[in-house]
């Protein structure tokens, strides 16, 4: 898909509105964050997820599989 985006001037900031088919492509809503992510050589990267939660999963991951035994009994 290519849409193009004309940046304008909001209040005193710049911004940009979106075309429905981008906002549907990332089923986001209003009051929804994007977050944008510098790709090296690709220019940057618009997505509503965060990229820092992966790093807390595979940190859950790790800590998942050593403590399993004292995360099941919390559990219960």
Same mark, same amino acid.
């Given at each position: 898909m290519n849409a193009r985006l004309r940046v #304008?001037? !909001?209040g005193n900031s $710049? *911004?940009?509105?979106?075309?429905?088919?981008? !906002?549907? $492509?990332l089923r986001v809503k209003e009051g929804d964050e994007l977050?944008?992510?510098a790709e090296p050589g690709a *220019? !940057? #990267? $618009?997505?509503?997820y965060d990229p820092s939660f992966e790093a807390t999963v595979k940190a859950f991951e790790t800590t998942r599989t050593r403590? #399993?035994?004292a995360l099941r009994e919390l559990a219960r």
């Open positions: #304008r001037r !909001i $710049l *911004g940009f509105t979106m075309p429905k088919a981008v !906002i549907d $492509l977050h944008v992510v *220019g !940057i #990267r $618009l997505s509503p403590y #399993r035994n």
